[in-house]
């Protein structure tokens, strides 16, 4: 079962499902996804240590990505405060600057510790990796079931914005209700993608907190 999703998976999991997927097969909208990057989990001590990275990838990291990334989920918050036009431009520039970064990464990263950063990935996005669309694809998402996902995270979107539930009670319920759209052998497709438990917990990625590349 997955573990529940911190706040800035959540808020990209809810701003992309009208924008996302409410678009035609190949939509632009998937941008967002750059929110929780490779980049800004490479940058967290403990995905270093559990890759192995070593000092000379360390400074290599840091020469060519920087310091860029390290206001990325502290600025997540005024997306909502976008125009839908304005919103469309600041994921379409955040794709390309995550595409950019990814390649970098690659070539820093063997292979297996790009496999483990992808698994990590998915765990700490939780139930909102299904937004993603190679997952998607992978997993087999039907069109109705994508359509069950955009009213589930719209809901959840608008009881955030009342103001009346818990966000780690309402990030559970999420992550239950998403798993029971899912057929069993999407479930074991997902946790296969999840691999090995990663500690969630140990991360930083709620806004301008100390990063480990600094």
């Known amino acids: 079962m997955f573990r529940p999703i911190c706040a800035v998976a959540l808020l990209a999991a809810s701003l992309v499902a009208n924008q996302a997927w409410a678009q035609p097969e190949g939509g632009r ?3 967002m996804w750059g929110m929780i990057s490779r980049g800004m989990l490479l940058r967290q001590e403990a995905v270093q240590s559990e890759l192995g990275i070593t000092a000379e990838q360390r400074e290599k990291f840091r020469a060519e990505v920087g310091d860029r990334l390290r206001d990325a989920a ?21 794709r390309a600057q995550v595409a950019e970064e990814d390649g970098k990464i690659a070539g820093i990263l063997t292979d297996a510790q790009k496999a483990r950063l ?14 993603d669309p190679t997952i998607s694809e992978q997993l087999g998402i039907t069109a109705d079931q994508r359509e069950e996902f955009r009213s589930l995270f719209q809901e959840m979107r608008d009881e955030g914005q009342s103001g ?23 479930k074991s497709k997902l946790e296969a993608l999840r691999g090995p438990a990663f500690d969630v917990s140990s991360l930083q990625l709620r806004g301008r907190r100390r990063a480990a590349a600094n």
Do not use: W, Y
């Not at 992808?118 to 937004?131: D, K």
């Open 29 to 31: 909208g998937a941008g």
């Open 74 to 94: 502290a600025g997540a918050g005024g997306f909502r405060d976008l125009s839908p036009e304005e919103r469309r431009q600041r994921m379409e520039e955040r």
């Open 118 to 131: 992808e698994q990590i990935r998915v765990q700490v996005l939780g139930a909102g990796i299904l937004m």
């Open 164 to 186: 009346d539930s818990d966000p780690a009670n309402r990030r559970e319920r999420m992550t239950a209700k998403a798993m029971e759209i899912l057929t069993p052998d999407q």
